[in-house]
């Protein structure tokens, strides 16, 4: 698929990786692009509590909260459309469309699953999905992954996500939207440091691909360790 000045960008998840991938995404496309349209998704709310391992200027829904902070700056070139909900099937396919490059940083399997199965049935997409541990269990928080799956002209040119990871397959966890509020507080805390790198990570591998130097499909990183490293993979085939 060929990047082109008008494309959408869609930003699924707007909490410690995707509200940085966000404020990474806009500057860079207002600088480098024409007009171009930024949807930023995320049912979810800024709170008090988030403030450790979020960046905002008020508490509220973050996809309203975000998108109206950087259209102040950025809104002259950049048309940032938030939608204060958390992806459906339904939603999926009415805002999901051919040409769209989308960012997935839900933390949760389930919603990448989701993500996933609707850009299988568009013929040109770029999805780029990311997340990390957090830091529970014995786990230090501190490891994160990227993966990448891009569809053009009907066909995969990566691996979807699951191919390669079946807790994403098969995820574990319901998806936002049949989770009771108890199982959303649940969620593990994770590290700044961690996130910005993968938020990082996720638009230097959008920027590869956009510059047509994308050579790997995943990359992992360790930031306790300083490690990066790219995976490339043979395509298994798909439709």
Not at 9 to 21: A, E, I, M, T
Not at 49 to 72: I, S
Not at 175 to 198: E, K
Request: aromatic share 8%; glycine share 10%; with cysteine.
């Amino acid at each position: 698929m060929k990047p082109e000045s008008s494309r959408r960008y869609v930003v699924v998840g707007l909490g410690g990786v995707g509200g940085l991938v966000l404020r990474l995404l806009v500057p860079f496309l207002h600088q480098h692009e024409g007009r171009s349209t930024v949807l930023c998704i995320d049912g979810d709310t800024f709170e008090e509590r988030n403030r450790a391992r979020m960046f905002f200027d008020e508490l509220g829904p973050k996809a309203t909260v975000l998108a109206r902070e950087l259209a102040a700056p950025y809104g002259d070139r950049v048309n940032l459309l938030p939608v204060d909900e958390y992806l459906t099937p339904q939603r999926a396919g009415r805002i999901l469309r051919d040409g769209d490059v989308v960012f997935c940083t839900p933390d949760n399997h389930a919603s990448r699953f989701l993500l996933e199965r609707r850009c299988r049935r568009l013929s040109d997409v770029a999805l780029f999905s990311g997340g990390n541990d957090g830091v529970e269990e014995g786990r230090t928080g501190t490891f994160g992954n990227v993966q990448i799956y891009l569809r053009a002209d009907g066909r995969d040119v990566t691996n979807p996500l699951s191919a390669y990871h079946p807790e994403i397959a098969t995820p574990g966890e319901k998806p936002p939207t049949q989770q009771g509020c108890g199982a959303a507080l649940a969620s593990a805390p994770q590290l700044l440091f961690t996130n910005a790198a993968v938020a990082s990570a996720l638009v230097g591998a959008f920027y590869a691909w956009r510059e047509g130097a994308l050579d790997y499909e995943e990359a992992y990183l360790d930031v306790l360790t300083g490690r990066h490293v790219p995976v490339r993979r043979n395509l298994l085939g798909g439709a």
